[in-house]
């Protein structure tokens, strides 16, 4: 019974006795590229110069070791050796011999990191094989070989060569022997079979990527009201993605490390980033397609909102993309102004994978040349998320830009600026700016709003009063405090011909008008947004506050609201 | 039957009493104490949600708590009846976002009888 219970506790034992527990380990480290230490072994590239170290670890306290020779094969096809360094005591004598065109052949009655059986026991041979040089690194020192890191016995460096398409770089620098043992005693002590192990690392096996130095970087150019960081660009190659990397807060992320090959497919595709309680919809999308930009492209498209000239509203290409929403594409008609309309009416026409279906990028350049006339000629302008990546690899650096917009920002207030050389028919706002935490608008003319709020009885009341005879579109939103409030109506006093919307989400409402009679919503209109409170609430202070508003004159025209 | 009646009268007639609560006049809390004849005082130096502040005047009515943020922008405006002499009150933060803001205390005319700039958390 004893018997049967020692094999069953010893037999994890009998495992572990393929790999050292004892005697010595040698192992082949690896220690990055002449230039970077830091460099992956994935990562080396044709070219490279990789270094070696040639590591031995004593396992036996009760030895030292004071000699060592480790063999060490090598294709010549893929990796010429260019230099080494001995790293042991400075009493040491080391030897270095090398043999060209020769292979060991394995000896198969022990395990291949056995080393020291590889060697003493009958059934391994070097013999003659083309492209492959061994190199046989011995040293004895009267004192013990130190305990570095890395590189007890040698520092080997090695180029990397480019062996052609059909080589096989498995195992192409391999440790094939070795012996250790301890001269410090009367007599020599040679670590038995068994107990000399390659480990952890026998051999390096690597494909080398193509020696391609360019550095290859992205930047997307982003609206000050869009935050470049919580966006990030999904790098595909043939297909399969190999990096997600968000963008700095300059828009900036390189692309070194996963453009890799001249022969392969890559696309750089735009995705958003946002986390916590960022939301794509709430902080862009709704505040870029706002009641005022339908009231431009309805000015645009028939004059319907106001007093413009339909077809001699709108003269920036971008402008006219963002408002293109509906059939006939590069047209701007009714039937987009009122997609528009119904939009912000609160029947979301994306309906859902908003980013991807709402937000766009473009070449830099090609952003910045897109006019009126390329909408109305139908030049092609890829405005997409998705762009293929081809480097010019003769350059030592290839930066790819873009630009960026959002469908429905006709008043480009989150787009991206076109160059000054194509903005003497781009800037639809310029004027008057309003800056909040949450974004920065500009507009061709100001306007006041008075606004209050106050308990009566179980209800809280906020009311908002418009003071122009000017304003064609009028949004709001505002942010209440849902622990204390119950959203109970909007009651509009907007006028006869003018048409009202609201919808409220958690803690957020959203409301407005607009007129599409070509008349004004009537000076002193109010909006009246009545909650119910909770009992335990008695002041009002600080129970909503305006996270953003929007309106148009009646040339559709951006107007900006000032509270008071 | 007795044993239910007098308890049942004791519990009519304690129905019929009137709240004396309303006219229980707590004192201010030493930290809203404020010496002067007026004077706007916060709990500290930012606002946390529901934390208390005091309002102090001589003439009581309509005044308006007015919140502006760090561009001046109005983002909130409420309206409280006032009595003279000390107005605790609670300032709720929840609708708004976390930063530094400045809070006027207005009078009907629009002019700022108290301010401060304080940070809301």
């Known amino acids: 019974m004893?018997?049967?219970l020692l094999i069953v506790f010893l037999f994890p034992l009998f495992l572990f006795s393929q790999t050292s527990t004892d005697g010595a380990d040698v192992s082949l480290e690896f220690l990055g590229t002449t230039l970077d230490a830091t460099k992956p072994l994935s990562k080396v590239q044709v070219n490279d110069t990789i270094v070696l170290g040639v590591?031995?670890?004593?396992?036996?306290?009760?030895?030292?070791?004071?000699?060592?020779?480790?063999?060490?094969?090598?294709?010549?096809a893929a990796f010429a050796r260019v230099a080494y360094e001995f790293k042991t005591p400075s009493n040491a004598s080391n030897t270095l011999f090398s043999w060209n065109n020769i292979r060991w052949t394995r000896n198969s009655n022990y395990d291949k990191n056995d080393l020291w059986a590889q060697w003493s026991q009958s059934g391994g041979?070097?013999?003659?094989?083309?492209?492959?040089?061994?190199?046989?690194?011995?040293?004895?020192?009267?004192?013990?070989?130190?305990?570095?890191?890395?590189?007890?016995?040698?520092?080997?460096?090695?180029k990397v060569k480019d062996a052609g398409a059909s080589h096989n770089y498995t195992e192409n620098i391999y440790i094939t022997m070795g012996r250790i043992a301890d001269n410090t005693g009367n007599s020599e002590y040679v670590y038995p079979v068994g107990e000399v192990r390659a480990h952890p690392t026998q051999h390096i096996t690597h494909t080398p990527l193509e020696d391609l130095d360019s550095n290859i970087s992205i930047n997307?150019?982003?609206?000050?009201?869009?935050?470049?960081?919580?966006?990030?660009?999904?790098?595909?190659?043939?297909?399969?993605?190999?990096?997600?990397?968000?963008?700095?807060?300059?828009?900036?992320?390189?692309?070194?490390?996963?453009?890799?090959?001249?022969?392969?497919?890559?696309?750089?595709?735009?995705?958003?980033?946002?986390?916590?309680?960022?939301?794509?919809?709430?902080?862009?999308?709704?505040?870029?397609?706002?009641?005022?930009?339908?009231?431009y492209l309805l000015t645009e498209t028939e004059g319907g909102a106001g007093h413009g000239n339909p077809g001699d509203v709108i003269s920036n290409g971008i402008s006219a993309l963002n408002g293109d929403l509906a059939d006939p594409t590069r047209q701007l008609t009714p039937q987009d102004a009122y997609k528009m309309l119904v939009h912000v009416l609160g029947d979301d026409i994306f309906g859902e994978d908003h980013f991807n279906k709402s937000f766009r990028a473009a070449r830099a350049s090609e952003f910045d040349a897109f006019t009126m006339n390329h909408f109305v000629n139908d030049s092609i302008f890829h405005y997409q998320l998705l762009d293929t990546i081809v480097p010019d690899w003769s350059k030592s650096s290839n930066k790819f830009e873009y630009k960026t917009g959002i469908l429905g920002d006709v008043n480009l207030n989150y787009t991206s600026a076109q160059a000054t050389s194509t903005t003497e028919e781009s800037s639809p706002n310029p004027g008057v700016t309003r800056q909040t935490a949450t974004e920065t608008k500009t507009g061709v003319a100001s306007s006041k709003v008075n606004v209050s709020s106050k308990i009566e009885g179980d209800d809280f009341i906020v009311e908002l009063a418009l003071t122009s005879e000017e304003l064609v579109a009028g949004q709001f939103k505002l942010v209440f405090d849902e622990t204390r409030l119950t959203f109970k109506e909007v009651n509009f006093d907007t006028g006869n011909t003018t048409t009202n919307f609201a919808y409220a989400g958690n803690k957020l409402i959203n409301f407005g008008s607009i007129n599409q009679q070509k008349s004004p919503i009537?000076?002193?209109?109010?909006?009246?947004?009545?909650?119910?409170?909770?009992a335990s609430v008695t002041s009002p202070a600080g129970l909503f506050s305006i996270r953003n508003s929007d309106a148009a004159n009646l040339k559709g025209e951006l107007i900006i609201l000032d509270f008071e | 039957m007795k044993k239910f009646l007098y308890p049942l009268m004791a519990l009519a007639l304690a129905g019929c009493m009137r709240d004396i609560k309303e006219d229980i006049q707590y004192p201010i809390e030493q930290?809203?104490?404020?010496?002067?004849?007026?004077?706007?005082?916060?709990?500290?130096?930012?606002?946390?949600?529901?934390?208390?502040?005091?309002?102090?005047?001589?003439?009581?009515?309509?005044?308006?708590?007015?919140?502006?943020?760090?561009?001046?922008?109005?983002?909130?405006?409420?309206?409280?009846?006032?009595?003279?002499?000390?107005?605790?009150?609670?300032?709720?933060?929840?609708?708004?976002p976390d930063g530094d803001y400045y809070i006027e205390f207005k009078d009907p005319q629009n002019n700022v009888i108290e301010s401060d700039r304080l940070t809301i958390q």
């Open chain 2, 31 to 96: 930290s809203l104490t404020i010496n002067e004849a007026t004077g706007l005082k916060f709990e500290g130096p930012s606002i946390r949600d529901a934390s208390q502040f005091n309002f102090k005047v001589q003439t009581g009515g309509t005044y308006y708590i007015v919140v502006k943020d760090h561009f001046k922008n109005v983002i909130s405006k409420s309206e409280i009846k006032a009595n003279i002499g000390d107005n605790v009150l609670r300032f709720y933060t929840n609708a708004i």
């Open chain 1, 2 to 4: 004893i018997k049967k």
């Open chain 1, 55 to 76: 590591d031995i670890n004593n396992l036996d306290s009760n030895h030292k070791i004071t000699y060592a020779h480790i063999d060490i094969e090598y294709n010549t």
């Open chain 1, 220 to 295: 997307v150019d982003t609206n000050s009201n869009v935050d470049p960081t919580k966006l990030k660009v999904l790098i595909k190659e043939d297909g399969t993605q190999v990096a997600s990397l968000p963008l700095d807060s300059n828009g900036d992320v390189t692309i070194t490390d996963y453009v890799i090959s001249s022969t392969k497919n890559y696309t750089a595709e735009l995705a958003y980033n946002g986390s916590g309680e960022d939301d794509y919809v709430t902080d862009w999308l709704d505040n870029a397609f706002t009641v005022s930009d339908v009231a």
């Open chain 1, 522 to 534: 009537k000076k002193d209109a109010k909006y009246i947004i009545t909650f119910t409170k909770g």
């Open chain 1, 125 to 158: 041979s070097y013999n003659s094989t083309n492209g492959w040089n061994v190199d046989h690194w011995q040293a004895i020192s009267t004192t013990e070989f130190g305990d570095d890191n890395y590189g007890t016995l040698a520092i080997l460096k090695f």
